[in-house]
């Protein structure tokens, strides 16, 4: 399994408090050694880092550290691989165009039994079940809409293909196309809002601990969500089973509960 | 217009005594200082540095330059800009799926009036020219073969849709999908091999000097393709307008020689 963590703002922010305590739990405070990736939107680009060593280690890691790129979305992964060797090509997170907008995505979980893709449109590039079952969705998504839906449709049909996709087995994910921050939990995903009035919190993989009335403005709102929290002294929500959020501007604009239990493939919601 | 900067080699080679040329001519030696970016492949993967900043003086320009990534097909490109802003999203070289596999494409002319692909599968996430002619391509190339066909079949289908596409305006363009490299000469495109018997080498933008005696071995095959010759005691085979060469391990595996004038867009090649 892997870990995932996603930030969605209301302002330009820099993740690298959150990313220091994350990155330790490849090789140092957990096991998810097997690479790692980080992508930043800039308007409706996109920089993406990858490395396959770990995160704690890795010389790509101390350059995202060091430049403190400010971002409205922004997804990271690290990988203790289940399906796929490990190199650049199954790191993620993955990306791909749909509507003509880059949209990026990271998967906790594992999926067997996937349909086969070889004469898609949309084709993995890599071997892992993730980046495959990512390339379904973006082929779903484009077949059923010619032209970009509302936001609430998007909602909706990723709703119907991820219930599809989860009957393969754990698909836990984040998605984003640089304005909205979707969320799905089939076992663990947790976020909190950081918004006025501002305080300190302390991070849980080595203590670090940070007051954001240094960094924050009054009215700045920044979503965290990650596999397990990542503060010891905050308050995290954790997703249900079976959940989806949808975050915009730091603030959730749409919530659907889960159930126990992932929906079969029967063809409905 | 840009300039462009391809290699191809049957060994992992680092690109940075030619990068180091190449990135004055960003804000320099040259104008070309719209943003800048690079794509080494590795195996299937690509990893890709982009910035808005002149190569030159751009600290991910500089990360580039200290961590020597060793590939066997790299594309840079530094930009000045003639259609879309200068941002993330319009910085080449630019990135699509096809046939599964990672194609990387960079461009250096001026193409108008190309047709609307806002319901097409594969769409422009940008505002450049440049982008859009490559989706354009890649969506031909999926439409013509469901699976990939061999790669003469792809040249021949390359030439195709370049020749359509260049009765839009100038076309140089680097395109490789991390096994081969094919590059299309509209205006100004050079290449060399570097083999043994090695030599010393000039850059004509520092004079900075190699001798690559110190770090080829016997059987190394390099090939450097670019906008105009980066040294000044080699000799560079200048592209005929019109032409099509595909490098394969650092050797020239196809060529077409060029007419003087474009074909035009009469469906047949």
């Excluded at 007051?211 to 700045?220: H, I, L, P, V």
């Amino acid at each position: 399994m892997c870990q995932l963590l996603g930030m969605n703002c209301n302002t330009p922010t820099d993740i690298v408090f959150s990313f220091e305590g994350f990155r330790r739990r490849a090789g140092l405070t957990g096991c998810h050694s097997d690479g790692f990736g980080i992508a930043f939107f800039e308007g409706r680009g996109v920089r993406i880092f990858r490395d396959n060593r770990p995160a704690s280690h890795s010389p790509i890691a101390d350059c995202v550290k060091q430049y403190q790129i400010k971002s409205l979305n922004v997804i990271a992964h690290i990988r203790k691989a289940t399906q796929g060797e490990i190199n650049i090509e199954n790191t993620h997170p993955f990306i791909r165009e749909i509507w003509g907008e880059n949209w990026v995505f990271a998967h906790n979980g594992n999926l067997k039994d996937l349909p086969d893709m070889s004469e898609s449109f949309c084709q993995p590039i890599g071997s892992t079940d993730s980046e495959a079952a990512f390339c379904y969705m973006a082929e779903y998504l484009k077949n059923r809409f010619r032209k970009k839906p509302t936001d609430m449709q998007i909602f909706e049909a990723i709703q119907d293909i991820t219930k599809k996709l989860a009957t393969h087995g754990t698909f836990n994910f984040i998605l984003s196309n640089g304005e909205w921050m979707l969320a799905h939990c089939a076992t663990n995903l947790h976020y909190l809002t950081r918004k006025a009035p501002f305080g300190k919190a302390c991070r849980i993989d080595d203590d670090g601990v940070i007051d954001f009335n240094d960094y924050a403005k009054a009215g700045d709102k920044v979503t965290i969500i990650t596999t397990f929290p990542l503060t010891k002294d905050e308050s995290w929500t954790k997703m249900e089973n079976g959940g989806f959020v949808l975050f915009k501007d730091g603030d959730k604009v749409a919530e659907i509960i889960g159930v126990e239990k992932e929906a079969v493939d029967d063809g409905t919601l």
